[in-house]
């Protein structure tokens, strides 16, 4: 079992802005409605979402779900948390470095 250090995956949860997720890593379907950008929920294909960049979550209103940039890959990809982890390193090599 790999143990990812709790300060590296803060920073993944945290410095990766959750609009680059969904915009260039995961590249959600998205728009900008009144000022927020909505992206394609991957739980319900619905887009009554809006992303909220001071807490860096991406929320769905129908499902009443917040999603941090681990959990919107691990939704989007259907992988498992360390796939999710290990996407986000590679797409944001910079982080923590
Ligand atoms: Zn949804």
Known sequence: ????????????????????????????????????????????SGFDTAVNPA???????????NFNPIDLVIAVRRCSFLDAVIFLENHAPLIGK
């Open 1 to 44: 079992m790999i143990r990812i250090p709790p300060e590296r995956l803060r920073a993944l949860r945290n410095q990766i802005p959750i609009t680059d997720v969904i915009r260039s890593h995961l590249e959600l379907p998205n728009n900008f409605r009144d000022s927020f950008l909505r992206f394609l929920c991957p739980l319900c």
């Open 55 to 65: 807490t860096n979550l991406a929320r769905c209103f129908a499902c009443k779900k």
